[in-house]
């Protein structure tokens, strides 16, 4: 599609058609699996051209990708304002990895939230210590102790919204601004909204990564991750990437392409069914608080609905009281739900919630809750019926009260 044109389309129009590129695919509707390492010349007078193919849009080496890999990047491109490429890794994790070893150097400071994705924050304490690069935890909600943590060497700031686990919303445009008033860039997890739900460089945020796992793949059976920029940021990821020999399989990529074409459809059944969900639970009395920022009245609420134009299936709750044994209990009591980690699949997912010993400089449980309101779960709704997720729902917290 002309490049200029892309944005004219509303979203669910581009996913239909994104990344299709005849020039590199021929006139099939979905790219074919190029499942190929070698490319052959046919002289040497071509052998000398090779490197320069893969800046044409032709197949160079493996490693360099494959239209099936091209495609799905420039899919994600196309979805994200002010992005001019997208860089594929092999997790969502990677990506966080191949952003920040994209972008830091020893001597670097390099600012976390408190409430980041647990591999995040242990990012930030393994690899990046081991690299001499000193992370340092900020609570994204409070501006003053943020704008004042940055220092000469802050050369970077990671946003995430909502926060991991407690799902808070930060004011990611004010805080994307005061990284790049102090001189850093700023590199967001965006992967809850996505990028229907939030336009993270339009925002302001000079890189925007997601883990493709999630809602894109959407089918619990591929594990990806994306990092889109502008030009210049753009370039040195692909560089990073490429000495760090990150590639992704044909396969996967399909695959994720495969789910980007309903997710749409599937985010917006998510979040109706996760609000009926949430609203019911907000009427409990075992319930303390529901965590989930589309909910009027629930934290963080106010931020999303000015910022965000969706959210997706995935908030937690805190229960009143109880123990770690009666969360358990609940957690155990579901049917519907499974026990496991990741999220965004057609399938609904549980997971317990203890962010106390995960955070260095954020209250847990926050201001408002009793001291026992401190156990919470994390469901990740999916495509089931809501009636029946509220049923299960109502099972469990029958088998939560019996000791
Ligand atoms: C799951 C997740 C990741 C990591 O993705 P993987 O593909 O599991 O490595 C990163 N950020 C967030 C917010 C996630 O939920």
Not at 188 to 204: C, H, K, V
Not at 328 to 352: K, V
Request: glycine share 10%; net charge negative; proline share 6%.
């Amino acid at each position: 599609m002309d490049e200029d044109k892309r944005h004219e389309h509303g979203a669910a129009t581009r996913l239909v058609a994104a990344g299709r590129r005849p020039e590199w695919t021929g006139a099939v509707v979905n790219p074919p699996i190029w499942r190929a390492s070698t490319h052959l010349y046919p002289d040497m007078a071509a052998h000398a051209e090779g490197p320069r193919y893969n800046e044409d849009g032709r197949f160079f080496y493996g490693r360099r990708g494959a239209p099936t890999q091209w495609a799905l990047s420039d899919a994600l491109t196309g979805l994200e304002a002010g992005a001019a490429g997208t860089v594929l890794y092999p997790s969502g994790v990677s990506a966080i990895a191949g952003v920040m070893l994209a972008l830091l150097a020893p001597g670097d400071v390099v600012m976390i939230p408190d409430n980041a994705y647990d591999p995040s924050r242990a990012m930030g304490r393994g690899l990046l210590t081991d690299f001499g690069i000193e992370p340092r935890f900020y609570d994204p909600l409070d501006l003053t102790t943020y704008t004042e943590a940055f220092c000469e060497r802050t050369r970077l700031v990671l946003l995430e919204a909502p926060g991991s686990l407690t799902m808070e919303v930060p004011d990611i445009p004010a805080l994307a601004r005061i990284a790049r008033e102090k001189g850093a860039l700023s590199a967001m997890d965006n992967t809850w909204a996505g990028p229907l739900g939030f336009q993270a460089l339009a925002n302001g945020v000079d890189v925007v990564l997601h883990a493709l796992t999630k809602h894109v793949g959407g089918h619990s059976d591929v594990m990806m991750g994306s990092a889109s920029a502008g030009e210049d940021l753009y370039q040195r990821l692909r560089k990073r990437a490429q000495s760090l020999g990150l590639v992704v399989s044909p396969d996967d990529a399909a695959l994720a392409l495969r789910g980007l074409r309903t997710l749409k459809i599937r985010v917006e059944q998510e979040t109706s069914s996760a609000l009926e969900v949430a609203r019911w639970l907000s009427q409990r009395t075992e319930v303390a608080r529901v965590l989930c920022p589309m909910l009027p009245g629930a934290p963080g609420h106010e931020v999303w609905a000015r910022d965000f134009a969706g959210g997706c299936g995935l908030f937690s709750f805190v229960l009143r009281g109880g123990t770690r044994a009666s969360r358990n209990r609940f957690i155990d009591a579901l049917e519907l739900f499974g026990i496991g980690y990741s999220w965004g699949g057609f399938e609904s997912l549980a997971t317990p919630v203890d962010p106390a010993p995960m955070r260095d400089v954020m209250a847990w449980p926050p201001s408002g809750l009793e001291a026992g309101d401190r156990y919470g779960v994390r469901f990740s709704i999916g495509l089931e019926d809501p009636a029946d997720l509220i049923a299960d729902c109502e099972r469990a917290f029958a088998r939560m009260a019996e000791t």
